[in-house]
């Protein structure tokens, strides 16, 4: 079992920055890779970005390539995902979710077993 907490999200203006974090407990953290995801209404759950178990590869969405940051910190148990740059269209819940069978990044959803509660980003133009 994995539990999963995140924070940090909140209402920034256009062009502004913001850092997500995600607390991990149960399952060694240092042995599974980790990824965000978000959702905005009325639209599916979208990858955004995704890390190695030992934080040495990530892999990101297009349309957040070049914005956004995902790191880890295996000796606090927690995911970190830097949003710089944000634009409007980047309101939604951002979720965190582990995949405890895979240890490389991964955009695929069903490789991940564990999700966290989500935190709100609100981009304002």
């Known amino acids: 079992q994995v539990q999963l907490v995140e924070s940090g999200g909140g209402l920034v203006q256009a062009g502004g920055s913001l850092r997500l974090s995600c607390a991990a407990s149960?399952?060694?953290?240092?042995?599974?890779?980790m990824g965000w995801f978000r959702q905005a209404p009325g639209k599916e759950r979208e990858f955004v970005a995704s890390i190695s178990w030992r934080g040495g590869s990530t892999f990101y969405a297009d349309s957040v390539k070049g914005r956004f940051t995902i790191s880890r910190d295996n000796a606090k148990n927690t995911v970190y995902l830097q949003l710089n740059s944000l634009k409007p269209e980047d309101t939604s819940v951002y979720y965190c979710a582990a995949a405890t069978r895979v240890r490389a990044p991964s955009s695929v959803t069903r490789e991940y077993d564990y999700w966290g509660q989500g935190t709100q980003v609100t981009v304002s133009s």
């Open positions: 149960g399952r060694t953290f240092s042995s599974y890779a």
